[in-house]
């Protein structure tokens, strides 16, 4: 059985053999696979930024200046209101990546659109 200590060293030895899987403070990854699908993007006077999916069900915010998301330590929300199952919000920290956020995006768009 694995400690947390010994998940967090191999956490660290992934990341400095792989730089890219560190927290890299861009959404660009984010917002070129949402405006090549057709999400409407749509900036606040914060410098923060919305993306909604062309059915509206979905919703990703992007939230580099909003005190209260930095306060929960958050800085990227995917909501998402199914059309047959419950709602559901993940949020994502400082730390993770652009691109696996967008992997998680690109599987949920895949799933929907089949």
Excluded at 48 to 60: E, F, I
Excluded at 61 to 79: H, K, N
Excluded at 94 to 102: I, K
């Amino acid at each position: 059985m694995n400690t947390a200590s010994d998940l967090l060293a191999l956490f660290r030895s992934v990341v400095a053999q792989r730089p890219s899987l560190a927290g890299d403070g861009s959404a660009e990854s984010v917002f070129s696979l949402l405006s090549e699908r057709g999400w409407a993007l749509v900036d606040t006077p914060e410098a923060n930024v919305h993306c909604t999916s062309p059915d509206g069900r979905v919703c990703v915010g992007w939230l580099p200046e909003d005190p209260a998301a930095w306060r929960r330590g958050i800085v990227r929300t995917v909501r998402a209101a199914p059309a047959e199952a419950e709602p559901w919000v993940q949020e994502f920290g400082p730390d993770v990546p652009s691109r696996a956020v967008a992997g998680l995006l690109e599987a949920l768009i895949g799933h929907v659109d089949r």
